[in-house]
């Protein structure tokens, strides 16, 4: 399964753009990467996903390196309400009983006034 | 009404007694997932399964049993706990890679 590193932490200005780095260097063709937020302790809540290419949502941007070593979150406007843990998984597709679905430590996000 | 409804949502029990927490989900998903997240650390997979036949151990599955009795339901039971079994566990499940997960709101298990 390969494996993904973020940074511990991160600071962001309310309304200003959070973006939040990923690395997963040893990356397969067939894996997808994910970002899931938790906040509190609350269930993690899905974001968005992508394989190759840069995807959009209501709630983020998900920009993806051409050679797919790494990847960044974007939240465009950051609000009080985006403070959470921020989680960056790579799931493999397709694949009969691997998909594991293995969180990492994340990036914890403080958005502040 | 939840898509993913966890019980109990919280529970204190007593080291060596069985504990099961259940998990049910309203998505028709065939793949469901246990974990376990200890204070300040990320989830860490205990159990998967990704039909009623079909039962896979985690990271972290010594201590723990699993039993898929539906497309709908997966337990987790504790056979004998133990105070280092205390944490927060959430349920999870998913329709395949290229779709999203869907989380239970947990159950806070802690064992005196």
């Known amino acids: 399964d390969a494996k993904t590193t973020q940074p511990t932490s991160m600071d962001c200005a309310e309304g200003r753009a959070a973006n939040l780095p990923c690395n997963h260097s040893?990356?397969?063709?067939?894996?997808?990467v994910y970002w899931y937020r938790q906040i509190h302790s609350q269930g993690p809540q899905y974001i968005i996903h992508?394989?190759?290419n840069n995807e959009t949502n209501e709630m983020a941007s998900l920009i993806i390196t051409e050679d797919r070593k790494s990847s960044t979150l974007i939240l465009p406007h950051a609000t009080l309400r985006d403070t959470a843990v921020y989680y960056c998984?790579?799931?493999?597709?397709?694949?009969?009983?691997?998909?594991?679905?293995?969180f990492g430590t994340g990036t914890r996000l403080q958005v502040f006034p | 009404d939840a898509d993913v409804t966890q019980t109990p949502r919280n529970r204190i029990t007593k080291t060596g007694k069985r504990i099961m927490l259940e998990c049910s989900q309203t998505?028709?998903?065939?793949?469901m997932y246990w974990y376990r997240q200890d204070p300040g650390l990320g989830l860490r997979l205990i159990y998967y399964?990704?039909?009623?036949?079909?039962?896979n151990k985690g990271e972290i599955s010594d201590g723990y049993s699993v039993s898929r009795q539906a497309q709908a339901k997966f337990s987790l039971s504790l056979e004998s706990a133990i105070p280092n079994q205390t944490a927060l566990y959430f349920c999870?499940?998913?329709?395949?890679?290229?779709?999203?997960?869907?989380f239970g709101q947990g159950t806070r298990l802690t064992v005196v």
């Open positions: 999870a499940t998913s329709g395949g890679s290229n779709t999203e997960a869907f």
């Open positions: 040893t990356i397969s063709g067939n894996e997808y």
């Open positions: 992508g394989l190759k």
């Open positions: 998984i790579v799931r493999v597709a397709g694949v009969y009983n691997t998909d594991k679905l293995i």
């Open positions: 998505k028709g998903h065939d793949r």
């Open positions: 399964s990704f039909d009623v036949k079909d039962i």
